[in-house]
Nanobody
Framework: QVQLVESGGGLVQAGGSLRLSCAAS????????MGWYRQAPGKERELVAS???????NYADSVKGRFTISRDNAKNTVYLQMNSLKPEDTAIYYC?????????WGQGTQVTVSS
């Protein structure tokens, strides 16, 4: 059974940076496009960044130029480098395959950006 465990969230001031990590158990990680999703209070969960098996990346317009997604298949880990953080980036961040599958949702990691 594949599990995805997110880490690296925290409290940061606007303009600061954080690096999120998502460790996957199981070899299926290497066969799937992966994504970072986020859910802010009162809002629907949204895909903010994705990376294919071939390392092609896509970003939501709201994070383009500030966030960078990467993956290390040897470590079964996907990362999200977040720079120039804004208060509107405050959310719980999750990783999942793309398109997501409900049984892969983990606990997520909280990111809070203060103004």
């Amino acid at each position: 059974q594949v599990q995805l465990v997110e880490s690296g969230g925290g409290l940061v001031q606007a303009g600061g940076s954080l690096r999120l990590s998502c460790a996957a158990s199981g070899s299926i990680f290497r066969l799937k496009a992966m994504g970072w999703y986020r859910q802010a209070p009162g809002k629907e969960r949204e895909l903010v960044a994705s990376i294919s098996i071939g390392l092609s990346t896509n970003y939501a317009d709201s994070v383009k130029g500030r966030f960078t997604i990467s993956r290390d298949n040897a470590k079964n880990t996907v990362y999200l480098q977040m720079n120039s953080l804004k208060p509107e980036d405050t959310a719980i961040y999750y990783c999942n395959v793309v398109p997501y599958q409900n049984h892969y949702w983990g606990q997520g990691t909280q990111v809070t950006v203060s103004s």
